[in-house]
């Protein structure tokens, strides 16, 4: 486990070389007549290396021609030969000899394994493979001259002899250009940071080239069980599944993009909204439904309306909001709780600062710059603040699941807009005017709304109900993905990786509650992955409109038809079915089906509610208008909730922690509801997606994939028996049994499994030269100890 202490003791832009980088180069290539590029001076020849020859362990320059291999409309720009690729594997600058070439879709490297299917890992991406690199998975480029480095962008006049690049799934290479061909170098280096690096226009991106160039493309979603919300009765479907369809209703308005061009095609609302006040205010003001709980009560967002009104407007959409408040506020519907997510959780800005400064700790060049941090490393983490905004939007949602199963009031989730507070013991009426950027509510809306059906709704545990989640949600529901992830980086100012902060807030209720999960943390991670996997549509468009728009441009060929894009649910274009097997939780606790002869007796929403381990839920409180804290009105207006003027002792203060505890002091029913633990600790690192590129951070043997690779074998000998059984038994054998991946020799795993094998661990120095320059004014650490067992000593 790595140490913590306090600051950052580099910056990316002027990340130094390791000791060992700057006293050795590789040997030139056996190769006569190469030219130097990059720049390069040429060699001294009274060079001397501080290593052995025995630790020199290098691979001759491919003789023979290594292609890259092309997929449907992949176009090779340029290429380099004779160039030098580091192992990140130790300190001792091992590495290769091969071939470096940039696509439209990829940086790839190619060495003479590149063509062999020799030792293939279990876990293969068939589509990136682990030396390619998507355009849109490389973050930053660095080029180093004379031992500086120099951050990669635009027109270069000098190129570099050495190559760096940070990619967005935290992975790190270097490559030496020393002994590659000045030309070559130039073309290389000035390809990969045009490509990779300059604005670019949405038809350039891979995915039209591909679904081009692959018209024949079957668009399957993860095997017709994910539910994509592209039709009125897949939202109709949704509505009965959650039993909201009394209170609430499928709407075509928007057909054609007339209402708004953010907006699906098809969404929900409450069945009091008409199809002429949508029309009128463009879909803002709208309560958009999410979810409904067992108990009736909904969960639903708004959009705001323009922070810039004449007052003629404002007072037209005051008077809208306020007659939408009060028709709601009326049987058949519960009471509603007007949440901000502003004035509780951060802003985008604040979200990618941290993010920013979080994966800094894990973009790590070499092993000493891993050992020379480690001493630090807790202190470093815990000043990124990625681990605390990660625990407040848990606490959220925590906050949101307990008005919908205790409370049993409807949340209105906003981030801009007109609120108003209506007293019972007088006529006056105020206004609150509450700013925050997110306009669309398609950002921390999203995140809190996904977050609390993964939390409440069993169905949005299992794969294809989380998928289906993520289409409703975020694809459909209009979360800007080309804008945050900064695909076309065209703007670094809209960047912030929201999905990607659901994703961490997911794993950690998949580490907390495996057996309530159908997939595995190998699943989000290989999700998280495929944000920059630029040949599936899912994660490369602002907004469904945009999508349809784009379906069929004006470049398409008209012989060829509408592009077909691939979705990211179809596994199967990744994955082949061994590997898929590790997406899978072998341990998922099914949720059993109900005894049809218990179907008479006990209703199904009481059955869901005796499932959850929690206290007696309140009765509902009387229905109204507004409720009313006679303290602090301003201050805690966006918490309370809209009903009639009520004492506010009925309500405990400490509610919200009674819930929490209460649940937590029961045994966990893994179909019901799951609360997080958010308390200290708990919030821990994905350690899976962060540190599976770092040998130093590997645990031998051990990790989760030590209980996996024991479970996934157990399970491929108790299918071996089953067939065994049924042969014997005269039985019919399919022999389509389901395939798991065979992990006999487990003696080379590590936690690095399966996205790497086990290799070679660095050997950890007894205390990194740095550390002694920290220590040096400070006593010394064994003494201090010995000064901790004296005491004690005297006490007893």
């Known amino acids: ?53 025995e630790e ?55 060495d003479d394994d590149s063509a062999s299917d020799d030792n293939e890992p279990q876990f293969k991406n068939k589509i990136v493979g682990e030396n390619d690199i998507t355009l849109q998975c490389v973050d930053q480029i660095y080029g180093v ?82 539910v994509m919300f592209e039709t009125l009765e897949d939202w109709r479907d949704e509505l009965e599944r959650t039993k909201g ?34 029309l009128k205010y463009d879909g803002r003001g709208i309560p958009i439904w999410c979810w409904s709980c067992h ?156 977050l609390v059906q993964v939390m409440m709704d ?14 409703k949600e975020w694809v459909v529901g209009g979360h800007c993905f080309l804008d945050r992830c900064n695909h076309l980086h065209k703007s670094e100012k809209e960047e912030a990786p929201v999905f990607l902060l659901l994703l961490n807030c997911v794993w950690q209720l998949v580490q907390q509650y495996p057996p309530a999960f159908e ?31 784009n379906k069929s441009g004006e470049s398409l060929r008209t012989q060829s038809g509408p592009f077909r894009f691939l979705t990211v649910w179809d596994w199967s274009v990744q994955f082949d079915p061994k590997a898929q097997a590790f997406l899978n939780n072998p341990l998922y606790a099914e949720k059993p089906k109900p005894d049809k002869s218990q179907r008479k007796t006990a209703r199904f929403k009481h059955q869901r509610q005796l499932s959850l381990p929690l206290t007696q839920a309140k ?16 201050k805690n207006i966006l918490g309370k909730r809209i009903g009639k003027f009520i004492n506010s002792s009925d309500e405990p203060p400490n509610s919200l922690r009674e819930f929490y505890d209460s649940w937590h002091s029961k045994p966990v029913d893994y179909h019901g509801l799951l609360l997080p633990r958010i308390d200290g600790p708990e919030i821990k690192v994905w350690a899976q997606r962060y540190l599976r590129w770092i040998p130093e951070a590997q645990l031998h043997g051990g990790g989760t994939i030590a209980t996996a690779a024991k479970i996934l074998d157990l399970m491929e000998e108790v299918q071996s028996l089953q067939v065994k059984m049924d042969e014997e038994r005269s039985q019919a054998v399919s022999g389509d049994v389901h395939s798991v991946p065979m992990l006999r020799n487990s003696a080379r795993l590590s936690s690095l499994f399966p996205f790497a094998l086990m290799q070679r661990q660095s050997v950890k120095p007894a205390l990194p030269t740095s550390t002694w320059k920290d220590l040096e004014d400070e006593d010394d650490l064994v003494k201090r100890d010995d000064e901790f067992v004296d005491l004690s000593g005297d006490m007893l």
């Open 145 to 226: 001259y004379d031992e500086k480095k120099k951050l990669l962008t635009g027109q270069l006049r000098k190129y570099p002899e050495k190559l760096i690049i940070y990619c967005k799934d935290l992975r790190v290479f270097n490559f030496c250009l020393r002994y590659t061909k000045e030309e070559e170098v130039k073309r290389i280096v000035s390809g990969i940071v045009h490509h990779s690096q300059t604005p670019k226009l949405l038809k350039r991106l891979f995915l039209f080239s591909y679904a081009s160039a692959a018209p024949n493309n079957t668009g399957k979603y993860g095997g017709n069980q994910t």
């Open 295 to 450: 108990n009736g009560a909904a969960l639903l967002k708004m959009s705001a309306f323009p922070k810039e009104q004449d007052d003629s407007t404002s007072q037209m959409q005051k008077a809208f909001l306020d007659g939408i408040y009060k028709t709601i506020s009326k049987p058949p519907y519960e009471l509603l709780k007007m949440d901000d997510l502003s004035s509780s959780l951060p802003s985008l800005q604040d979200i990618q600062t941290a993010y920013t400064r979080f994966k800094q700790l894990f973009l790590i060049d070499n092993s000493t710059d891993f050992w020379a941090t480690d001493v630090k490393w807790f202190s470093l983490l815990e000043s990124t603040n990625w681990l605390e905004i990660i625990r407040r939007v848990l606490k959220k949602a925590i906050e949101v699941a307990e008005c919908l199963e205790i409370q049993h009031t409807n949340v209105l989730l906003i981030v801009l807009c007109f609120l108003t507070q209506s007293l019972r013991n007088g006529s006056v009426r105020m206004w609150f005017w509450f700013s925050f950027v997110e306009e669309s509510a398609t950002d921390l809306c999203c995140v809190i709304s996904s």
């Open 56 to 110: 020199i362990h290098i691979k001759e320059p491919i003789e023979k021609e290594v292609n890259p291999c092309l997929l449907p409309g992949e176009l090779l720009l340029c290429e380099a030969s004779t160039v030098y690729k580091y192992m990140q594997e130790d300190g001792s600058s091992r590495g290769t000899y091969g071939k470096l070439v940039c696509t439209n879709f990829k940086i790839s490297f190619l």
């Open 245 to 278: 369809n009394v209170k609430y209703k499928a709407v075509t308005t928007n057909e054609g993009y007339r209402v708004s061009e953010k907006l699906p095609l098809y969404f929900v609302v409450p069945i009091c909204i008409s199809e002429e006040s949508i």
């Open 619 to 634: 009765p509902s409180t009387k229905r109204g208008f507004f409720r009313e804290e006679t303290d602090h009105l301003i």
């Open 519 to 549: 997939f595995t943390e190998t699943y989000l991670t290989v999700l998280s992955d495929s944000l920059y996997v630029p040949i599936f549509s899912t994660f490369f468009f602002n907004s469904q409109h945009q999508r349809d728009t």
């Open 458 to 471: 069993s169905y949005s545990r299992t794969k294809s109900g989380f998928q289906s989640l993520i289409q």
């Open 1 to 53: 486990m790595r140490l913590g202490a306090a600051a950052l003791p580099w910056d990316r832009s002027f990340r130094r070389l390791s000791a060992r980088d700057e006293r050795w180069e590789p040997p030139p290539p056996p190769r006569a007549g190469a030219m130097l590029g990059g720049g390069a001076r040429a060699a001294k020849p009274s060079f001397v290396s501080y290593i052995s020859p």
